[in-house]
């Protein structure tokens, strides 16, 4: 929060400043590069539960690693629901019901700055 309030701040101290480009790109490089290092969350598991997606629990072991080869019991190198348009786009097969981890990405832990170097905000309808 702190940190959206310090670039509404800037923003309005100086307006004349350009605008470096906000809002998800659409771009996929965060779920190739961190689609097998992520976990679900216990609201992701009861969401999936209660959807029938079985397919979902299935590739997320006991540990709560997600996009786990059921048959290997392995983590994949990227999100297997990643669906590549062209180079430069791409988008989530299962946007609606991603997990909580994709949803919040990037985090105050990213400086709200994606693997692109692109700021988002908080503002739920800019998250990919």
């Not at 190739?32 to 969350?41: C, D, N, R, T, V």
């Not at 990643?82 to 990213?110: F, N, T, V």
Request: hydrophobic fraction near 30%; proline fraction near 5%.
């Amino acid at each position: 929060m702190m940190i959206e309030a310090l670039f509404r701040l800037w923003d309005k101290v100086c307006p004349d400043k350009p605008v470096q480009r906000r809002g998800c790109l659409g771009c996929g490089t965060c779920c190739e590069h961190f689609g097998g290092y992520l976990h679900a969350s216990d609201a992701d598991l009861e969401r999936w539960r209660q959807l029938g997606r079985h397919d979902l629990l299935e590739m997320v072991n006991s540990l709560g690693w997600i996009w786990v080869d059921p048959k290997e019991n392995r983590r994949g190198g990227r999100c297997p629901f990643l669906k590549r348009i062209d180079g430069e786009k791409a988008h989530c097969a299962i946007h609606d019901i991603k997990p909580d981890i994709c949803r919040e990405y990037p985090s105050l832990d990213h400086g709200r700055h994606c693997v692109r170097g692109i700021y988002i905000p908080r503002d739920r309808s800019t998250i990919h």
